[in-house]
């Protein structure tokens, strides 16, 4: 069974520090990763998909890696802001159709 | 920029009764999907829809669930009897094609069962 796990459930930073949030999977036979915004109620925003055969992506303050070998990916998140606020959401995705997500990284940016 | 849409937004219903979920996928998209998020839990897979067929169901999805594509636009999700364990948010999701491509979500359908 493909588990993904996110660590910490829970953080709060103030503004402008960097934020470190980390996923790990047990089933390192992954075609990709993607990370996801989610806002309280609402839907999910894709942020970035790293495929299986890439270390890293980035857009804008988002940089994501991701490390097969040991089942690891990091979103960091530079210079937070308080609309960074969210929780963000790992998935890998298997056979080509299942995300498998982890239950997320809820984060508060304090102004 | 193309989005999922999802309709109703929210749905509240007695147990026992049967509930359509509505997708439209971004247009150009060849697979379709429904996953579901019980509050405080995880988002799970449900099923996986291309080329006018299911590809792939999870233990979730039993005979109660069916889906659709009636059309060249639309993608259901039927629920023939709902029970209170089916209250959660079910997203509607579509992706290109390939596995190196994003799936994109919808906003979701907020289902209470009662």
């Known amino acids: 069974k493909q588990e993904v796990t996110q660590i910490p459930a829970a953080l709060s930073v103030p503004e402008g520090e960097n934020l470190v949030l980390n996923c790990s999977f047990t089933d390192s036979a992954i075609y990709n990763l993607q990370w996801f915004r989610q806002d309280p109620g609402k839907g999910l925003t894709s942020l970035l998909l790293i495929q299986s055969s890439q270390r890293e992506q980035t857009s804008g303050r988002l940089n994501a890696s991701l490390d097969k070998s040991s089942g690891r990916s990091t979103l960091y998140i530079a210079a937070s802001q308080p609309g960074d606020s969210a929780t963000y959401l790992c998935a890998g995705l298997y056979g080509n159709n299942r995300l498998a997500f982890g239950k997320g990284n809820q984060v508060v940016v304090i102004p | 920029e193309p989005e999922v849409t999802q309709t109703p937004s929210h749905q509240v219903t007695q147990m026992g009764q049967e509930v359509i979920l509505r997708c439209v996928p971004i247009?150009?998209?060849?697979?379709f999907y429904w996953y579901r998020q019980i509050l405080g839990q995880k988002v799970e897979f449900l099923v996986s829809?291309?080329?006018?067929?299911?590809?792939?169901k999870s233990e979730i999805f039993d005979d109660q669930f069916s889906v659709e594509r009636p059309d060249g636009s639309n993608f259901t999700l039927k629920i023939r009897s709902t029970k209170l364990e089916d209250s959660a948010m079910y997203f509607c999701?579509?992706?290109?094609?390939?596995?190196?491509?994003?799936?994109?979500f919808g906003p979701g359908t907020r289902l209470l069962v009662l």
């Open positions: 247009s150009n998209h060849l697979y």
């Open positions: 829809f291309y080329n006018n067929e299911i590809s792939e």
């Open positions: 999701a579509s992706k290109a094609r390939g596995e190196g491509e994003t799936q994109y």
